[in-house]
Nanobody
Framework: QVQLKESGGGLVQAGDSLRLSCLVS????????MGWFRQTPGKEREFVAT????????SYADPARGRFTISRDNDKNTLYLQMDRLDHPDTAVYYC????????????????????WGQGTQITVSS
């Protein structure tokens, strides 16, 4: 059974940096396309960033581009999201997601593209 567990969330001030981690167990992480999404109350879960199986391709949503960096360590079965210059609108629950058996370079940006999800980690940015 594939399990994803996020960590690294918390309360920060505007302008601060934070790094999220997502540890994946129970599957072939190196063959997964991975993504980060976020959600605020009353809104749909929205795409943040995605990375292909070998880390050589990445894509970002407009709010994340230039401030956030997605990366992965296939030896550690871990996905990361480095977030710099955080701002109040970044306040949300952040989720990591996995799409198995993806050895190509297509960028998956919709929630329906992913099969497995973590439980989420809260990030609150005070202004």
């Amino acid at each position: 059974q594939v399990q994803l567990k996020e960590s690294g969330g918390g309360l920060v001030q505007a302008g601060d940096s934070l790094r999220l981690s997502c540890l994946v167990s129970g599957g072939a992480f190196s063959m997964y396309a991975m993504g980060w999404f976020r959600q605020t109350p009353g809104k749909e879960r929205e795409f943040v960033a995605t990375i292909v199986w070998n880390g050589n391709g990445k894509s970002y949503a407009d709010p994340a581009r230039g401030r956030f960096t997605i990366s992965r360590d296939n030896d550690k079965n871990t996905l990361y999201l480095q977030m710099d210059r955080l701002d109040h609108p970044d306040t949300a629950v952040y989720y990591c997601a996995a799409r198995p058996n993806c050895s190509g370079t297509y960028y998956y940006t919709h929630t329906t593209d992913y099969e497995f999800w973590g439980q989420g980690t809260q990030i609150t940015v005070s202004s």
